[in-house]
């Protein structure tokens, strides 16, 4: 089971409190109504996937309940960092080598 | 004596304690202490198990938990019977009745082992080629019979009466092996004060101490030094001793899954202790001193009973003092099997002969058993062992070829050397590096604050060992937050030391394929499977394994892996790193299932939700449904009612009269705040900046992709304050979506959001005479039509207690929603069910409720809808704001195929024999006398008998439905098609006045 550091608890907790919320820094077009269908394919149906690091949405369920961002390896499984939603999204990755 | 093979004078138990025991039924006496191995062996036995495959007659490979033949049945009593324990390391104790396995009628007569002499058809990868065709058969024939034949014991087919408790934990250093690495490694952390979890499979910590005689530390015999130190590391405080405690797991961020097995090993449990506890153990550093396996040597019918591993028979004679032979041979590859010859001549067994494949080896422990005059042979090799249920002879041949000679035994100790035991580095997902001059994998690169010392790790000799498991203790605590070490570290007198032996088949193994050299035991897997797998193909070992199964049964490969995998490269012609080695996967041994789900069981399996009003429904005799975690009262039945009468009754007398509906299940939830329109604009489809407080509307949320997610009535308490319903089974989802757009795309919204389904108690009053049984007991709300009309909200008191009193209706008849706080649920309800009875109402449940709704086309999502229905498909175009310009799932419903011609609508379906009603689920086709497969354009949704109606009614989803009014289409079903007529979803007042009735 994975430690995962909540930034709002600022405190690692087990896995068994938090829910996956899919990719993250996806966002949602202020006029969305008026998105092209290439446009609105890209922002609802495609997910990048990739082997290697990922930037996710968690939200740590039972607990603060709040929804935050964070950064893994899906190879190792291991996060790298969290931060909180509507920070922008980390360039330098602690112990990450470019 | 318990026993004629228990040798006086040796071993560690106490002769006084006697135990007596079954084992088929016969029974034995053995010593506490015991395990049922040592006992079955004190008194000669041997033979205690039928092979999976070719049904051949078993014994004792080992001492330990890496058994892969001695697997027994336990039984207490009729339910609890525990199959394929392990009998080495089943404690014994007074009364233990044991059963073999996978034998029919008996285990020395056993029907099962003509597929021995049938084996040409079991060879490798028999599953496969034997019972690929013809397919039918493989249900029918194959898997039933070899389901039968093959396998090991027999499930319980009892509910498991016995308790599993959980623990979770916590600790700077965890280490996992309490042999002498483990126990230094545990005094050096210890002693910094620290906390530390030992923890060791076997009953006492000691490891390898209880048959190295040869080692003396800090001036004690080993196993005592082991003792004396235990008992110290007992009285720390921060220390934590778990015995008979296997680590089977090492998850992520030394994270390790631990079973402690509590009280399979006592006489009379009690019901106060539980059968086994898991721990969950978080430790900032993990000391792994796992020890290592002996290897067998793979040799013509090396499963004979009788022959075991070296240190199996030093064990049983050390610790046990029991004898495994009165006249033992021995086969060797290395030296330590040397000093189980010796220990054995020592305490009067005759030894009749070593044969060591090595060409000259010279050591101390050869001096020694040439000193004690055993006849020694470099060079030679036991090419096949003689005997049936017990072996006895061995027959030797010098290794290069020769004169044979053979030579009578009661028993062979075998060694090819040791295997490292690096399951748990490796799950660590730490790489294994083989080392080529000792020929064995050790740990190489770790991925986790963890590290291996001793045996498990490569390092040979107790002085060495002792030396790097202090010094790692001490570094692992330190690593940990300790200040410095006090202690002193044990110092090693005297120690045995071991070479490296071999991998592989022997000489007596091949290269002629028809002998019976056994690499894996347990899943019956011969050296001349391996071979065969190769030239078949398999390059892989992961291939190589699943094609012969090898190091694929219950032991996981613990003594078998290594020789399959250098049989392997052999053939392939490759080194062995090169062809690799097999996954090590959790759990180490196995695991029960109850282990796993401790008291997740039964009731406790998943939480149960009941409504205030559940004690009066369940009074009434109200038959319940289960609608997630909630139980629901789905009907009220009277005396001699069946459902469909209790039902009917129920759906008349609310159109009637009235009828009092516990609605308490729907999700609620308050969305406050001064953006809280805003908020809803951009969540649901309507409008709602222009709702006035006091009035309601129905409301439709969708997905970003423009389908409907959920919906349900929303009062607007005042401009800053709704109060948002859900479905049932929507709530939490609806809840978390909710949250998901306020914390994320919409944060600059000043909006809170509260879950209140729990905080209010609903009772829906619906029907005619509604109105005049609910007015009598509101205080201070004017529930005329125009002060209170449909669709509207307000806030007083019913029977003195505060009430948001809706005006809604889902049955289409005048109607209201009670919410009260639900502590007075149940009170208000009585009074309302007091009120009632002087009109004539009935408490209806939720099956009255779905025939009410349906018979007005009033949808349920997640039944008319299936998350690929839009507003517009389930005839709901009215509910979305055409002025919008955002709400989630506004551009989602406007792709190209969402607004697509022939998309399937909701319509109602009429059959045309009225009292004919249609199979929710069943398809519906256009035409029926098309060939199959048929075009598929649609299926009923939902479909009852309504009385009110007088006939049946149902909806459905149909291609272009709304353009088919009238048209006639079929529902083909098993006992022939039923002719239905597309109808308008309405089925009862379709203008809608009883709404104000
Ligand atoms: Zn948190």
Redesign the pocket.
């Known amino acids: 089971m994975l430690l995962i550091r ?4 600022e ?1 690692e ?1 087990p896995e068994l ?1 938090f829910r996956n919320a899919g990719e993250a820094h996806i966002a949602r077009s202020a006029n969305i109504a008026g998105e092209s269908d290439d446009d609105f394919e890209k922002f609802f149906f495609i997910r990048s996937n990739p082997k290697g690091i990922i930037y996710e949405r968690w939200r ?1 369920m039972h ?4 929804f ?1 961002n964070a950064v893994r390896d899906t190879i190792s499984d291991k996060f790298i960092m969290t931060y909180k939603a509507g920070e922008p999204k980390p360039v330098k990755l602690p112990g990450v080598a470019k | 004596m318990s026993g004629a093979f228990r040798i006086s004078g040796a071993g560690r138990l106490s002769q006084a304690k006697t135990a007596r025991f079954s084992f088929d039924g016969q029974s034995y006496s053995g010593i506490e202490g015991d395990t049922l191995a040592s006992a079955l062996l004190a008194n000669g036995v041997h033979l205690v198990g039928r092979s999976f495959k070719y049904h051949r007659p078993r014994g004792f490979l080992s001492a330990g938990a890496e058994e892969p033949n001695a697997l027994v049945e336990i039984k207490r009593d009729a339910a609890r019977k525990t199959p394929n324990v392990r009998a080495t390391v089943q404690e014994l104790y007074d009364g233990l009745a044991a059963q073999s396995q996978n034998r029919w009628p008996s285990l020395a007569f056993d029907v099962g082992a003509v597929n021995d002499i049938a084996s040409p058809l079991f060879s490798a990868g028999f599953y496969y080629k034997t019972f690929m065709w013809p397919k039918a058969a493989w249900k029918s024939l194959y898997e039933p019979k070899i389901r039968a034949a093959a396998g090991l014991g027999v499930a319980p087919d009892q509910p498991d009466p016995d308790h599993y408790s959980a623990r979770f934990a916590h600790c700077d250093v965890l280490v996992l092996g309490g042999g002498a690495a483990g126990i230094a490694a545990a005094l050096a952390a210890a002693e910094t004060g620290v906390r530390v979890i030992l923890a060791d499979e076997q009953a006492e910590f000691g490891g390898s101490l209880r048959f190295e005689s040869g080692a003396k530390i800090d001036g004690r015999d080993g196993f005592a030094w082991a003792q004396a130190a235990i008992t110290r590391l007992k009285a720390m405080d921060n220390v934590r001793l778990l015995a008979r405690t296997t680590a089977f797991g090492y998850y992520a961020q030394n994270f390790v899954g631990l079973v402690e097995r509590v009280s399979d090993h006592l006489q009379n449990p009690g019901r106060e202790l539980p059968r086994e506890r898991l721990w969950q153990v978080r430790a900032k550093r993990v000391v792994l001193a796992t020890g290592a396996i002996e290897r067998h040597m793979v040799f013509a019918d090396n499963d004979r009973p009788g022959i075991m591993l070296a240190s199996a028979a030093r064990t049983y004679l050390n610790h046990y003092g029991v004898a495994v032979g009165r006249n033992v041979g021995v086969y060797t590859a290395n030296d330590s099997a040397y000093a189980a010859a010796i220990d054995l001549k020592k305490a009067g067994v005759n030894v009749a002969a070593i044969v060591d494949l090595r060409d000259n080896p010279t050591g101390p422990a050869i001096d020694e058993a040439r000193a004690l005059g055993i006849e020694i042979n470099f060079g030679r090799a036991v090419i096949r062992a003689g005997g049936k249920l017990r072996v006895s002879s061995m027959t030797v041949q010098p290794k290069n070829g020769g004169g044979e000679r053979t030579v009578p035994v009661d028993a062979i100790l075998m060694s090819a050397g040791w295997t490292p035991s690096v399951h748990l580095f490796s799950q660590s997902r730490g790489k294994v590096a083989f080392n080529d001059e000792t020929k064995r994998f050790v740990p190489g690169i770790y991925a986790q604050d963890c590290v291996s010392v001793g045996a498990c790790n490569g390092t040979d000799g107790l002085s060495a060992t002792i030396d790097e498991a202090y010094a790692a203790g001490a570094k692992a605590a330190k690593d940990a937050g300790a200040k410095a070490a006090k202690g002193t570290k044990p110092k090693v007198d005297a120690s045995e030391s071991w070479s490296r032996g071999m991998l592989g088949a022997a000489p007596g193994a091949g290269p002629d394929t028809t002998v019976k050299a056994f690499v894996d035991f347990q899943n019956d897997v011969t050296a001349k499977d391996i071979r065969q797998a190769v030239h078949e193909g398999m390059r892989s070992i992961e291939h190589v394994k699943r094609f012969t199964t090898n190091g694929m049964a219950t032991d996981q490969g613990k003594t078998s892996n290594m020789h399959g995998l250098a049989i392997a490269a052999e053939t392939l012609g490759k080194p062995i790193p090169q062809v690799g080695l097999t996954t090590f996967r959790a759990p180490y041994t196995p695991v029960t299932f109850g282990s796993i789900v401790g008291h997740a069981r039964g009731q406790l399996f998943d939480p149960t939700r009941k409504t205030a009003i559940h004690p009066w429904a369940e009074a009434q005799g109200a038959v319940f449904e289960d609608v997630g975690q909630w139980k629901r009262a789905w009907y009220f039945p009277k005396a001699g009612d069946d459902m469909h009468a209790a039902v009917d009754r129920e759906c008349v007398t609310v159109r009637k009269t009235a009828g009092l509906f516990d609605a308490s299940t729907l999700g609620k939830i308050e969305v406050v705040g001064p953006d809280a329109a805003k908020f809803m604009e951009l969540l649901y489809t309507n409008p709602w900046e222009k709702l006035e407080p006091g009035r309601c509307r129905y409301g439709i949320m969708l997905r970003e992709d423009g389908f409907i997610y959920d919906d349900g009535v929303v009062g607007r308490l005042a401009a800053d304050r709704f109060h948002v319903t859900t479905t049932t089974g929507g709530a939490p989802r609806v809840m978390n979506h909710m949250e998901d757009y306020l914390q994320t795309e919409f944060p600059h919204l000043n909006v809170w959001l509260t879950s209140i389904t729990e905080q209010w108690a609903v009772i829906a009053v619906q029907g005619p005479k509604s109105r005049d049984i609910i007015a009598p007991l509101v205080e201070g709300i004017d529930m005329s039509d125009e002060a209170l009309p449909h669709m509207s909200v307000r806030e007083g008191k019913i029977c003195g207690v505060p009430t948001r009193l809706f005006r809604m209706s889902f049955t289409g008849e005048r109607g209201f929603e009670v919410n009260v706080p639900a502590d007075y649920g149940q009170a208000v309800w009585e009074a309302l069910w007091a009120e009632g009875q002087k009109h004539g109402a009935c408490a209806y449940g939720t099956e009255a409720m779905h025939v009410l709704r349906a018979e007005k086309g009033y949808i349920i999502v997640g039944q008319d809808t299936d998350g690929t229905v839009t507003p517009n498909d389930a005839g709901l175009d009215w509910a979305v704001g055409k002025k919008k310009t955002d709400f989630v799932g506004i551009r989602g419903m406007s792709r190209t195929d969402l607004v697509a011609k022939g998309r399937k609508q909701l319509v109602g379906l009429k059959t045309k024999d009225p009292k004919v009603v249609l199979e929710e689920g069943a398809q519906i086709v256009g035409d029926p006398k098309q060939a199959i497969p048929m075009k598929m354009i649609g299926h009923v949704t939902s479909s009852y008998w309504s009385e009110n109606c007088g006939r049946s009614i149902a909806l459905a989803l149909v291609a272009g439905g709304r353009d088919r009014m009238g048209e006639t289409l079929y529902v083909p079903m098993p006992n022939g098609t039923i002719e239905v007529e597309v109808a308008g979803m309405v089925f009862f007042d379709e203008k809608g006045e009883r709404l104000n009735g």
């Open positions: 909540c930034p709002y608890c405190e907790r409190e740590h607990g603060c309940a709040r935050f």
